[in-house]
């Protein structure tokens, strides 16, 4: 164990230009910590603040360099990097410049291995390891120990799941889906993936958990896509929420209910909320002019209606909101107008709606946020979108529409009104709750029981952090307010957009004809997570991140551990007789398994992963350092020391699969089915390692977890999905002729051979196998060869060796 412990730590001892940038971005998260202040020189943003971000961004835009350790400076940096014109230089000039040419250096430099542990430590994770007190050791081996006596009896399963007095009850929605169209890669990580995951986690901790979603299905969308495609609404409604629901079901998301919004509980609900605002004096009636086609003869919905946006220039904003800058917008505002319908240019007119006074509720709101925003998990983004809408000041809201489809306003005089989507879309969590359950209330109007979390994207957070939020204190109901709101910034595709009309793009629906498993498409979506910024789909890294990190490091850790069990001990694990190292082994193990909590608890869902791909790395290094292959075929000792390091291995793989359950639901079924892993240990996931399967347990068949996705496979679907960007090839994975990739690319191939060659460096340090050595260096040698290929610099004639 000790020189798997060196092997750990092999390549640090050049960690002092590292130590350096720690220390001072350690005194900038105190600097700002002490003022209690956001930015450097106050309460706004200044050009020192510019300056400094400018200057740190080529080396903070990696979130290992970023710790959420360092709250003050996280915030700090994800408030300046989510305004427009931070958001613009990061584009054109240090995404493309800065990053490009500073990977290089840090390349040079040791990985910042603390920044993704347990928490910020000037020292190596060596110094850690060995400085772990024989009291955490000895703890961590006595309740690996115990096994499964430590396990407490599965929750009894209910139905309908209702708060229960006295446990954690855990409430989570994922923001309803528009129902008029097909979901892409980004909407899935966005809402439902990563609710799924935290739901997963939240029943493996055995909180009391209820999962909801469901189709958004009134407004103007469903109107226009009823009429493109010459169906009444309803019809429009069904066939799409038909066409959601099987998509979430390929991906194996776990909804408690998945529901839809035209029901009478929606109408039933919403009017009551209404109701109560009117009489209390929350609603105003005003004029307010509006575009109507003469052609058509109708007032125009925002999504009826296409123009140049007011704020920033773009030439497709909705009536409602523009999508490139995120601002709402009224309809009268855009600049060159069109009906999207006939494609006329409407003429403004009156016409009689109502308001949601958010001023006279500005107040209520503060208070519930000042209350509810210290020690809550709201992202820093859904911070930042909050604190902007409250510094301009709140104004009075529209909440109807000239509509037909949708919520009937119950007011005299508003007969030919519905109520606005975004008025009574949120609404529909209470009202899904409410056709599963006629107990509905338990959880929507008891605050006091229930942990409410919600997952969108960032566009969504005014509605749910804000809108909602004060139509529920308005109404003096006693209902539950959102207590961890988790928004993501957006997920490109390649370089570009998705777009369905264009055909760019992996939409749900095409997923699953890729011949990738769900599970696959799972772990890569939440691998690149976009938590702090925004982040790219992209096929290369796709591969890279498949044939890596799952096929070579995760599966082969887990194959490997399963297949020394059956090879040398006929399928059943042999008796573990723990050393002083194999013990500070089961503690590291633990903790990292408590720091994988720390992050799902806060809701650091990508975070949480690598901590799973770590313990595979130590654990494949663990039986590289000890080779129980060898060991099996010399003395009894020697036969002894084999069977305990497979008999913790095998443990090892024991706990990946419950902490991947979460992740990827089937791949950890089929290990724990291989492993035949005891039933409680298969849905309860403590926060001590714990030996699951002990001597005598007898495990299942084996067999590989992965398959390894090839170049001409991947370069097929990038083609197949490129859509009009097919003009322009994109780089293959392998090409004969130079060229240049894109600098993402470039990076991920960068990364790639950091990796690898750290890889080679350990085994030569442990003077490994001859053959295991070589086929490392040619993996090695390959990825070079793409580098310079992705970088269009000329491939190099190896040098022949001289004759003796």
């Known amino acids: 164990m000790g020189s798997y412990r060196a092997a750990v730590v092999q390549g640090k001892k050049g960690e002092d230009v590292l130590g350096l940038v720690r220390r001072a971005l350690t005194h900038i998260d105190q600097s700002l910590s002490r003022r209690s202040c956001p930015f450097l020189a106050g309460e706004t943003e200044s050009l020192a603040d510019v300056v400094l971000w400018g200057a740190l961004y080529p080396l903070l835009q990696d979130p290992a360099y970023l710790p959420e350790e360092l709250g003050a400076l996280h915030s700090w940096f994800q408030t300046l990097s989510s305004q427009e014109p931070c958001q613009r230089a990061a584009e054109t000039v240090l995404k493309q410049q800065g990053v490009l040419a500073l990977r290089p250096y840090l390349q040079k430099q040791p990985q910042p291995g603390s920044f993704e542990g347990r928490a910020v430590s000037n020292e190596p994770e060596e110094e850690e390891l060995a400085t772990l007190s024989e009291e955490e050791i000895s703890m961590a081996v006595t309740a690996w120990e115990k096994g499964l006596e430590n396990l ?33 890669l980004g909407n899935i990580i966005g809402c439902v993936l990563s609710a799924d995951v935290f739901a997963r986690y939240s029943r493996l901790r055995q909180w009391n958990t209820l999962y909801l979603c469901g189709t958004d299905e009134y407004g103007t969308a469903t109107e226009t896509k009823a009429m493109e495609e010459g169906l009444t609404p309803q019809e429009i409604c069904d066939k799409y929420h038909a066409i959601h629901a099987n998509i979430y079901r390929w991906f194996n998301i776990s909804f408690d209910i998945f529901g839809r919004t035209t029901t009478p509980q929606q109408t039933k609900i919403t009017q009551d909320i209404f109701q109560r605002l009117l009489t209390r004096g929350f609603v105003l009636e005003d004029t307010v002019e509006q575009l109507r086609c003469e052609r058509c003869a109708r007032f125009l919905a925002d999504r009826f209606v296409e123009g140049v946006c007011p704020f920033c220039g773009y030439e497709e904003a909705r009536g409602d909101q523009c999508d490139k800058c995120g601002k709402l917008i009224n309809a009268i505002e855009l600049k060159k107008p069109q009906c999207k319908v006939c494609r006329s240019c409407p003429v403004v007119k009156s016409s009689r709606h109502l308001f949601l006074d958010l001023p006279k509720l500005e107040k209520r709101l503060e208070e519930w946020l000042g209350k509810t925003l210290p020690g809550s998990d709201w992202t820093p983004n859904a911070r930042f979108i909050i604190r902007s809408w409250l510094r301009d000041g709140l104004k009075p809201r529209c909440i109807t529409r000239d509509l037909k489809w949708g919520t009937p306003v119950p007011l005299k005089g508003f007969e030919d009104k519905v109520f606005y989507v975004w008025f009574d879309a949120t609404i529909g969590y209470l009202s899904i709750t409410a056709n599963y359950t006629d107990q509905w209330e338990r959880w929507w109007k008891n605050p006091e029981q229930v942990n409410l979390y919600q997952f969108m994207a960032k566009d969504n957070v005014p509605f749910h952090g804000l809108v909602f939020p004060c ?81 070579n490091n995760l599966g082969n850790f887990i194959n490997r551990a399963g297949m020394f069990v059956s090879k040398f001990f006929g399928g059943y694990v042999p008796e573990m007789v723990l050393t002083s190292d194999d013990r500070r082994l089961v503690a590291h193990v633990t903790l990292e398994l408590q720091h994988y909590h720390q992050l799902l608890e806060k809701v650091r869902i990508r975070e949480a992963l690598r901590s799973i791909l770590t313990i595979s790395r130590h654990g494949n290094q663990y039986i590289q350092v000890n080779e129980p292959w060898k060991r099996i075929k010399g003395s009894e000792a020697d036969r002894q020391r084999a069977g305990t390091v497979t008999g913790l291995a095998v443990n090892i793989a024991a706990l990946l699969s419950v902490m991947l359950q979460p992740y990827m639901p089937t791949v950890s079924a089929t290990i724990q089915a291989q492993l035949q892993l005891p039933l409680p240990a298969c849905s309860i996931l403590l926060t001590n390692f714990l030996c699951t399967l002990p001597a005598g347990h007898q495990i299942g068949t084996v067999s590989p977890l992965f398959q390894k996705l090839e170049n001409d496979q991947i370069e097929s679907l990038r083609q197949r999905f490129g859509g009009g960007q097919a003009q322009v090839p994109p780089m293959p994975v392998v ?15 960068m990364d790639e051979v950091a990796r690898q060659g750290n890889i080679v460096r350990e085994l030569k340090a442990q003077k490994a196998d001859k053959n295991q050595v070589a086929a490392e260096v040619a993996k090695l040698l390959d990825l070079k060869k793409q580098l310079a290929l992705a970088e269009g610099k000329p491939l190099e004639t190896p040098k022949g060796k001289k004759k003796k």
């Open 471 to 551: 139509s529920a204190l308005g109404a003096e109901d006693n209902y539950t307010l959102v207590s961890h709101l988790i928004a993501t910034e957006y997920l490109n595709y390649e370089d570009g957009k998705f777009s369905k009309s264009r055909g760019v793009g992996v939409f749900g629906d095409m997923a699953q004809d890729t011949g990738i498993p769900a599970d696959i498409w799972r772990f890569y979506l939440l691998y690149i997570r976009p938590e702090g910024q925004d982040s790219a789909f992209s096929w290369t890294d796709m591969l890279l991140k498949n044939n890596s990190e799952l096929l």
């Open 735 to 749: 090409v004969e002729a130079a060229a240049t990739a894109a600098p993402r690319q470039v990076q991920v191939l």
């Open 152 to 184: 407490p009896p599965l929750r009894p399963q209910q139905n309908p799941v209702l708060p229960v007095a006295g446990e954690r009850n855990v409430l989570i929605t994922s923001a309803l889906p528009y129902v008029n169209n097909v979901p892409h």
